[in-house]
Structure formats: structure tokens, C-alpha cells
């Protein structure tokens, strides 16, 4: 049974800086893509950040693009969002998933079946 698990969240001040992990366990096979996405209370996961399998492809949310940056470590099984000059609306629960879908799929939310329990996230002063 593969799964991932998220973490890294926390408290941020407007403007600072984070860095998430998702750590992915289980898979049998290689070449699985890692996305991540957000939820905040009373709104829809949003797609934000994917990255295939050997990091030479990549797909942002406009939202996101030029302050988020998604990278990972194979050997390390381990792919990371590295978020900057956070906003409040940035606040919200972070949540990676990993599929063997093709990149047209990333943004599906039902491409993914087997998310973490979220890492939360909050930027307030």
C-alpha cells in the first residue's frame, strides 16, 4: 500500500518562508509524479504544484508561480514545496499526492487517491 505523508507546516509571519515535505512510501514501481495541493476552510482543493518523476517537468498554479518552488529527492523519496513571501491567503491545509497519471492529469483531484492527513499552514502576524 503506498502513501505519503506531509510535513513541515506551521506558523509563518506574511512574508516569510516555509519548506514542505512529502515523504512517498510503498510504490513498486518508479516514475510516479508528486503534486501538491491546498485546502482552506470552506473552500475547494486547489491544484498548486506538480513535478514529474525526474524533476525536468514541472506545472504551477498561477496563484502560486514565482513564490512557490517544487523540487524532490528520489533517493530520498521525498519531494518538497518550498514556499516564499507568504500571504495570509496562503493559509490552509497542504496536502501532496503521487500518481503514475500523465502530466494532463496533475491538476485532477481524482487522479490521486491516496492523500496524507495534510500538513496545516498559517500565515498571520
Known amino acids: 500500500q503506498f502513501k505519503v505523508v506531509e510535513s513541515g507546516g506551521g506558523l509563518v509571519q506574511p512574508g516569510g518562508s516555509l519548506r514542505l515535505s512529502c515523504q512517498a512510501s510503498g510504490f513498486t514501481a518508479d516514475y510516479y509524479a508528486i503534486s501538491w495541493f491546498r485546502q482552506a476552510p470552506g473552500k475547494e482543493r486547489e491544484f498548486l504544484a506538480a513535478i514529474s518523476w525526474r524533476g525536468s517537468d514541472k506545472d504551477y498554479a498561477d496563484s502560486v508561480k514565482g513564490r512557490f518552488t517544487i523540487s524532490r529527492d528520489n533517493a530520498k523519496n521525498t519531494a518538497y514545496l518550498q514556499m516564499n513571501s507568504l500571504k495570509p491567503e496562503d493559509t490552509a491545509v497542504y496536502y501532496c499526492?503521487?500518481?503514475?497519471?500523465?502530466?494532463?492529469?496533475?491538476?485532477?483531484?481524482?487522479?490521486?487517491?491516496?492523500w496524507g492527513q495534510g500538513t496545516q499552514v498559517t500565515v498571520s502576524s
Open positions: 499526492g503521487a500518481s503514475y497519471g500523465s502530466r494532463a492529469s496533475w491538476r485532477i483531484q481524482s487522479t490521486y487517491n491516496n
